[in-house]
């Protein structure tokens, strides 16, 4: 990951740049316009229950895996890098038609996160917009949130607060052990920049938010497991620093700059 001086230097553009689609596919014109707006969209069904629940299978095998290799329910990152069906998740026909309706024709999809919430997990992913990480220029990246697990207030669903895109990049600090996140930058106050709106889901739905919304989620003091997979996706005429580009796959039309990877399906399922 680039530390804050490195992304400092590369001079990105931290703009939200608004959907300009006027005749989405898959989305209705109401949800567009909601997306300009509040910098989200939430509840959109993907996958019925037999759907979801075969890919839940799957990962509960895979956290088995990891953890039993030392990683941890939180360290699942690249995840499309290394296994076939996250994969087909990033390049899964439904997900990436609700994406083009919001960015546009010519996709790449270039992360997969698993976020993962075991029952009574104390930690918490602090306020941060997703910007303050990626070295990517300009911000025209949203992200994909499907849920594995029903996601809930009581076991740490996602929190958006509403229009914080609208203000740029916001000045953030390193987090501390006594602030017991996930992630390494908090920025402080955030409920002063609008409404906090819990993003409740139910397994097989996706919430989609731009880079720069101020998002996080509280601890999971249940005893039900919270689980989403994030999946990331830019338009094409973004360029990536630290060659982050050599993981972004084409998802839809074409990268006419020949910058992204767009590396093949891995073979190990």
């Known amino acids: 990951m680039p530390t804050w001086a490195q992304l400092a230097e590369i001079g990105r553009d ?20 909601n997306f300009n707006r509040v910098g989200y969209i939430k509840g959109i069904p993907i996958f019925d229950e037999a759907e979801i629940g075969e890919h839940r299978q799957y990962f509960d095998a895979l956290l088995a895996s990891v953890i039993a290799e030392g990683g941890s329910s939180y360290s699942i990152i690249s995840a499309h ?14 997900i ?8 546009g024709e010519d996709v790449i999809g270039w992360g997969a996160h698993y976020f993962c919430k ?5 930690k918490t992913v602090g306020w941060h917009q997703d910007a303050g990480y990626w070295p990517l220029s300009p911000s025209k990246t949203v992200t994909v949130w499907l849920a594995i ?3 809930a207030v009581e076991n740490g669903a996602m929190r958006f607060i509403a229009g914080s895109h609208h203000l740029g990049h916001l000045t953030a600090r390193h987090s501390d052990p006594d602030d017991n996140s996930v992630l390494g930058q908090i920025v402080e106050n ?5 409404e ?22 509280n601890a999971n003091p249940s005893s039900k497991r919270r689980c989403g997979l994030t999946l990331r996706y830019c338009t094409s005429d973004v360029q990536a620093s630290y060659r982050w580009n050599r993981e972004g796959v084409v998802v839809s039309g074409k990268d006419n700059s020949g910058h992204w990877g767009n590396p093949p399906r891995p073979t190990v399922d």
């Not at 990436?96 to 960015?103: G, N």
């Open 196 to 217: 906090s709106v819990d993003v409740e889901l139910k397994a097989g739905e996706i919430s989609i938010h731009t880079d720069l919304l101020l998002h996080g989620s």
């Open 14 to 33: 931290l703009r939200f740049y608004p959907s300009l689609t006027k005749h989405p596919k898959v989305l209705i014109q109401e949800q567009v316009t």
């Open 96 to 103: 990436v038609a609700c994406v083009k309706d919001l960015i």
């Open 190 to 194: 955030a409920e002063q920049h609008g």
């Open 118 to 122: 075991m029952p009574h997990d104390s």
């Open 149 to 151: 697990d029903d996601a």
């Open 81 to 94: 890098m290394k296994y076939g069906k996250v994969y087909d998740l990033l390049t899964h026909p439904r």
